[in-house]
């Protein structure tokens, strides 16, 4: 009788099963969701704002793999430089990827395939910035490892580089620098040169210039769909506050330095028009205006639900600016009341806001010329 109950329940539950995978199957039909990611593939180059490990095995200051750093984030301490998300890995979940793409220095093989992250905090545009803080990938070590990306892919596609470049073309690539060009050069005149070389025309200049011939040779190395972005408002940071306002009552923004990094930002679109004009033909560039749309998310702090812009959420001393956050130190009660999680970066729900509107914005203040939706879906034209 036991054996004979178990299974008439077993034939029950099989039956229940199928119901259930039947209506499943069946409330799947109706309006057509798109199935998988809107591209192939994602590959990001940048600073600590997207590093998601890379820095971990390099011998510096410009480390996050410690708690509290990862706090909100589903696999924890990561090395990520805030609590949760960064831009790309909302980019990544807003394009239709499964997973967060994976740090360059753990990804080996077919998994390279579907994009990397080469990304290393404290790096920028020059080899030499965030030396202070010690070893970094900059962005020419970053392209010579996206290179040797590239040829590992050629030999998973059988040395037919005509498949190869077909593939690279559909991929989104993603370029954040600049910012450590500033905060860890050219703001630093104690440790670097170039303030005194360079005044902050001839410096934007020359970033710029430096800049144009990276990206061009990404453009060479097969990217054909790629987004840059602005230097954010870093005279508004909590580290800038913090020594601005060094009498201790103050969150008025270092307007100086913004409008120094501006410089860089109005030359860096000039440089994707040029690119979309004819200049890298059969590609598309898209500058993701992170200064403005920061700038708005700041001024409009209470519609985001945000109570402190001023101070990170996790750090030492005025503004928790002045050191950044330390191992284990608690951090603060509600993260999302905060634009900031610590002296430098955004916290997860500012990073959140910040790659929706990159994404999907309509404004060309936000995102110009396109936004990152429609440079996904966009026909390039392949004749070059
Ligand atoms: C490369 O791939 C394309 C498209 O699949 C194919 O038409 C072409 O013949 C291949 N070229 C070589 C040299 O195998
Ligand atoms: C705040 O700043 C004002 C001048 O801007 C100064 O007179 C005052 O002493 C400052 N308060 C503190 C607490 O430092």
Redesign the pocket.
């Given at each position: 009788m036991e054996s004979g109950n178990s299974s008439s329940v077993a034939v029950l539950v099989v039956a229940l099963a199928l119901l259930f995978l039947s209506t499943k199957v069946c409330s799947q039909r109706g309006p057509q969701v798109p199935q998988g990611p809107l591209v192939p593939c994602f590959y990001v180059f940048g600073d600590s704002l997207v590093d998601n490990g890379n820095n971990n095995g390099i011998l510096t200051l410009a480390r996050a793999n410690y708690m509290p750093y990862g706090i909100d984030f589903p696999q924890g301490v990561t090395g990520r430089f805030t609590n949760g998300r960064t831009i790309v890995d909302v980019l990544a979940q807003l394009l239709g990827f499964p997973l967060f793409v994976p740090p360059y220095s753990r990804t080996r093989g077919r998994a390279l395939l579907r994009g990397v992250n080469y990304a290393s905090g404290a790096s920028g545009i020059r080899d030499e910035t965030g030396n202070n803080l010690g070893d970094h990938l900059s962005m020419n070590q970053q392209l010579e490892n996206y290179a040797s990306t590239v040829q590992q892919m050629r030999r998973m596609f059988r040395r037919n580089d005509t498949e190869l470049e077909n593939y690279l073309s559909k991929c989104i690539f993603y370029v954040g620098m600049g910012s450590n060009d500033y905060l860890n050069n050219y703001f630093m005149p104690d440790m670097y040169s170039t303030s005194s070389d360079y005044n902050p025309k001839t410096y934007a200049a020359l970033l710029l210039q430096d800049y144009s011939r990276q990206l061009t040779e990404l453009y060479q190395l097969g990217a054909r769909r790629i987004i840059v972005t602005a230097v954010g408002q870093i005279g508004c940071i909590p580290y800038q506050l913090a020594r601005y306002n060094n009498?201790?009552?103050?969150s008025r923004c270092n307007e100086g330095i913004n409008r120094i990094v501006s410089l860089f930002n109005t030359g860096l679109v000039k440089l994707v028009d040029r690119f979309n004009k004819g200049g890298l033909p059969g590609s598309k560039f898209v500058y993701a205006n992170l200064y403005e749309s920061a700038k708005e998310l700041v001024t409009n702090a209470p519609n985001y639900g945000f109570e402190v812009v001023d101070k990170g959420c996790c750090g030492v001393g005025r503004n928790n600016g002045q050191i950044t956050c330390l191992p284990l130190q608690p951090p603060c009660d509600d993260r999302r009341k905060y634009v900031f999680w610590d002296a430098f970066h955004p916290s997860e729900v500012a990073n959140i806001i910040l790659a929706k509107k990159a994404f999907s914005s309509k404004s060309r203040t936000d995102v110009y010329p396109i936004n990152i939706q429609q440079l996904a879906l966009l026909e390039l034209n392949q004749n070059k």
């Open positions: 009498n201790g009552n103050g």
